[in-house]
């Protein structure tokens, strides 16, 4: 009697954990695929920011050979140097954070918009997947156009 009544539990907790891992393999989910690159190139303030962070650059780059010049020291003058680029990167990153942010909300827009419950880079998914670059290209430009 007691192997029996271990028996039906252990029955019925198998059939409990098939329910839930039958569940999960249904529960089917909506791949979106993106081309991060051709999305950033083709935001609308894209060329705008890129004259910006190209100035930065310069301005960096100016100021690390005018100093890197009153110095003897090779230490110092890549001290200098590295200072001056991290500065650049830093300022770089200020200027495309806004980009990167209208470029998430737009994949957010499209992906909520298809029912998409994951996006992926396209370079990383083999196949399958539904492409929705264009469209979130299209809803930036959209976002710019007013």
């Known amino acids: 009697m007691v192997l029996s009544k271990k028996a039906v539990l252990l029955a019925v907790l198998s059939a409990?954990?098939?329910?839930?891992?039958?569940?999960v393999a249904l529960a089917e989910e909506k791949i979106g695929v993106i081309?991060?690159?051709?999305?950033?190139?083709?935001?609308?303030k894209m060329a705008q920011v890129q004259k910006q962070v190209q100035a930065v650059v310069q301005k960096k780059q100016d100021e690390a050979?005018?100093?890197i010049d009153k110095e003897?020291?090779?230490?110092?003058?890549?001290?200098?140097y590295q200072t001056?680029?991290?500065?650049?990167?830093?300022?770089e990153q200020k200027l495309m954070a806004p980009?990167?942010?209208?470029?998430?909300?737009?994949?957010?827009?499209?992906a909520k918009a298809k029912g998409l419950t994951?996006?992926?880079?396209?370079?990383?998914?083999?196949?399958?997947?539904?492409?929705?670059?264009d469209d979130v290209i299209q809803e930036?430009?959209?976002?710019?156009?007013n």
């Open 140 to 145: 930036l430009k959209k976002k710019f156009s």
């Open 35 to 44: 081309e991060p690159q051709k999305v950033l190139f083709q935001h609308p």
């Open 65 to 67: 050979k005018a100093a």
């Open 72 to 80: 003897q020291d090779n230490k110092k003058k890549a001290e200098i």
């Open 99 to 110: 980009l990167f942010k209208d470029i998430d909300l737009a994949i957010r827009s499209v």
């Open 84 to 91: 001056k680029r991290n500065e650049a990167a830093t300022e």
């Open 118 to 133: 994951i996006v992926l880079d396209k370079a990383q998914v083999f196949m399958g997947g539904i492409d929705i670059t």
């Open 16 to 23: 409990f954990i098939l329910t839930i891992i039958a569940g």
